[in-house]
C-alpha cells in the first residue's frame, strides 16, 4: 500500500495505534489480549500490556521507516493512539511510553501526532504529553468554528490547527438509520472551515467507504457497528463516484486554480439473479475436540476471538414443565436450546447481553440444555473495552440451582460444518430448529464484476461466498438489507454460497429458500 501510495505521488497519516479505533473488532486490538490475563487493562502502562505493544512496535515501525517522507517515502505524519481523551483512565505514562517507542525506532524527524474532541478536558488527556503534535477531529459546522479553535488555541498555542477527522458522514449500527450528510452541507461547512484561516488544515474521514468482512466489524452497546462501512462517504463502499465527491472535486480544485483530470467510470456492476438454496447442516452438529469444565469458560479462554460457541450442560433428571434460566453473565447473545432423550434439538429463545432471565414452559423430558452464544464484536471504543470477554461469563441458574459440568466446542468455521447426505438432509428437516441452520446453493457465471447479495428469504446471519466471509445480515433491523461483493471473490463457472440462519426465515417455504444478486446497495 505504501509503495502504491508513494508511486501515485499521494501523501500518507499513518495511524500506527496500536488502538486504533475505526469501528473494528477491538479497535484493532487482538482480543487474544482478554485471554492472557483478565486483570490486564488495555490501552494503559500496564507492564504485560505494554510488552506486547513494545514487541509489535519492534516489528511495525522499522517497517514503515522506509517509507517516511525523509527517506523519499509518502508518510508525513504518525498518530499514535487514538481520541485517548475520550477513554477514562488517562494514563499519562501510556502516552509518554508510545511516543518514546515510536522516537526509537522512527527517528526525530516524523511529525508524531494525536486527535482528539475539541474539548479542552479531552486534550488534557489525550495530548498530555508536550512533545506530541495536538490536532482535533469534528465534523460539519459553521457556527462554533471559532470556539472551536479557541479551545485547541488555549492548549496548544502558535502551532497550525488541524482536523485530523473532519466527518464528511458518519457510521451505522445494526437497528439504527442509515446515515446520510447533505453534500452540499459537507461541502459549504468545509469551505467556511478552510476559509476561517491561513492556519486550518483538514483531513476527510472517510473519503473512501469500506467494508468489515467476516467478523470484523466493531462491538458496542448497545448495538454493533454493520458490515458496511459505506460512512456515506464522497466514494462508495463500491468504489463508486457520488454527487458529493463531485462537489468537494470541484471546491478543492477550484480552490487549486487547476484542472481536474478526467474522471474514470464507475466500476461495473452485475445483477447475477436469483439463487436457489438447499438445507445443508446445523451448527450444533460441529465436530471439533471437547473442552470440560465444572463452570462454563469464557470463549477467548478456548481461544475461540469471534463468531460462536456450544455450551451444552446435562440435566440429571429428564426434566418436565418449565425452566428458569438466570445468567450472571452473558455476551452477547445467547441462543437457548434443549435436547431430549432421542437426539431433537427444540429452540427455545434467544437473550442479549442486556437480559439475564430466560423463561420458557411446555418442557418435555429434557436432558440437556445447549446455549450457542454469539460474538457480535468485541467493543471498539469505551471504558468497558478490557472487560469485553465473550460467552457465558457466569454461573447459570436452572430453577434456582447452579447448572454444574459443562462441554464447550468453539466453532472455528461455520461455513464448513456437516455433510449434505441425503439422510442428513431429513434428520436436519425433522430434528433441527431454524435457527443455526447451515443452507448452501451454487450458480454459474460466464463474466466477473462487483455486486451486491441479499438474502431475501433470511432473517439474520452471516454469509460466504467460494469461501470468503461476506459479513453479517440483519434483516429484521437493517438498516444494511445487501452486502458488498467484490469480483475478487467470484470466479468464472460455478460459484458457491453459504448462509448461516442465527434466527428465522422472513419467507418460510422451504421450497423457496433464495438469495439474489443485484447490481446496486440497498438500504432500509
Not at 7 to 29: H, N, Q, T
Not at 113 to 123: A, I, K, Q, Y
Not at 333 to 353: K, M, N, V
Amino acid at each position: 500500500f505504501l509503495q502504491v501510495a508513494g508511486s501515485l505521488d499521494l501523501l500518507v497519516i499513518a495511524r500506527v495505534g496500536p488502538y486504533i479505533c475505526a469501528e473494528w473488532d477491538f479497535g484493532g486490538l487482538p482480543a487474544w489480549l482478554l485471554r492472557i490475563n483478565p486483570l490486564m487493562k488495555v490501552r494503559s502502562s500496564h507492564p504485560e500490556y505494554m510488552k506486547f505493544v513494545t514487541k509489535w512496535f519492534n516489528v511495525l515501525l522499522p517497517c514503515i521507516k522506509p517509507y517516511l517522507y525523509e527517506n523519499g517515502g509518502p508518510i508525513i505524519m504518525v498518530q499514535l493512539e487514538n481520541e485517548y481523551g475520550s477513554y477514562t483512565p488517562c494514563d499519562k505514562i501510556y502516552l509518554k511510553e508510545l511516543y518514546n517507542l515510536a522516537r526509537l525506532h522512527l527517528g526525530d524527524k516524523i511529525l508524531i501526532f494525536t486527535t482528539d474532541g475539541p474539548v479542552l478536558g479531552m486534550l488534557k488527556c489525550g495530548s498530555s504529553d508536550v512533545r506530541y503534535f495536538t490536532t482535533i477531529d469534528f465534523g460539519p459546522t459553521t457556527a462554533t468554528v471559532p470556539k472551536i479553535f479557541e479551545v485547541l488555541e488555549n492548549f496548544r498555542p502558535n502551532q497550525p490547527w488541524v482536523n485530523s477527522e473532519y466527518y464528511v458522514g458518519w457510521l451505522d449500527v445494526w437497528g439504527g438509520i442509515h446515515h446520510v450528510t447533505s453534500p452540499e452541507w459537507v461541502v459549504n461547512a468545509l469551505n467556511h472551515l478552510i476559509q476561517y484561516s491561513k492556519r486550518v488544515n483538514v483531513n476527510m474521514y472517510m473519503f473512501h467507504g469500506g467494508t468489515n468482512f467476516g467478523f470484523w466489524n466493531g462491538g458496542a452497546r448497545p448495538e454493533s457497528s454493520i458490515t458496511s462501512y459505506d460512512y456515506d462517504a464522497p466514494i462508495s463502499e463500491a468504489g463508486d463516484i457520488t454527487r458529493k465527491y463531485m462537489l468537494l472535486r470541484d471546491l478543492l480544485f477550484e480552490r487549486k486554480g487547476i484542472e481536474p483530470p478526467e474522471l474514470p467510470k464507475n466500476i461495473t456492476k452485475i445483477s447475477y439473479g436469483r439463487v436457489k438454496m438447499k438445507l445443508k447442516s446445523h451448527l450444533l452438529k460441529t465436530e471439533a475436540p471437547v473442552t470440560y469444565s465444572p463452570s462454563p469458560l469464557i470463549m477467548e479462554s478456548l481461544r475461540q476471538y469471534n463468531g460462536y460457541m456450544i455450551y451444552s450442560v446435562p440435566v440429571k433428571v429428564p426434566l418436565n414443565g418449565s425452566i428458569f434460566l438466570e445468567f450472571f453473565g452473558i455476551s452477547d447473545i445467547a441462543h437457548i436450546f434443549t435436547g431430549d432423550q432421542s437426539g431433537h434439538y427444540t429452540f427455545h429463545g434467544s437473550l442479549r447481553y442486556a437480559n439475564k432471565i430466560f423463561q420458557s414452559n411446555n418442557i418435555h423430558n429434557i436432558v440437556n440444555i445447549t446455549i450457542i452464544t454469539e460474538n457480535t464484536g468485541h467493543i471498539n471504543y469505551g471504558y468497558g473495552m478490557y472487560l469485553d470477554n465473550k460467552g457465558i461469563t457466569g454461573p447459570v441458574m436452572l430453577n434456582g440451582k447452579e447448572l454444574r459440568d459443562w462441554r464447550m466446542i468453539p466453532i472455528k468455521d461455520p461455513f464448513t460444518i456437516g455433510s449434505t447426505r441425503k439422510t442428513d438432509i431429513v434428520s436436519l428437516e425433522n430434528m433441527w430448529p431454524v435457527p443455526g441452520r447451515i443452507y448452501y446453493g451454487t450458480f454459474v457465471i460466464w463474466m466477473l464484476a462487483d455486486t451486491f447479495i441479499h438474502p431475501d428469504s433470511f432473517a439474520r446471519g452471516i454469509i460466504s461466498v467460494n469461501g470468503h466471509h461476506i459479513g453479517r445480515f440483519d434483516q429484521t433491523r437493517g438498516p444494511q438489507l445487501r452486502l458488498y461483493v467484490p469480483k475478487t471473490f467470484l470466479k468464472l463457472g460455478e460459484n458457491q454460497i453459504t448462509v448461516v440462519e442465527l434466527q428465522g426465515f422472513i419467507k418460510d417455504n422451504p421450497n423457496q429458500v433464495h438469495v439474489t444478486f443485484h447490481d446496486e446497495m440497498l438500504w432500509k
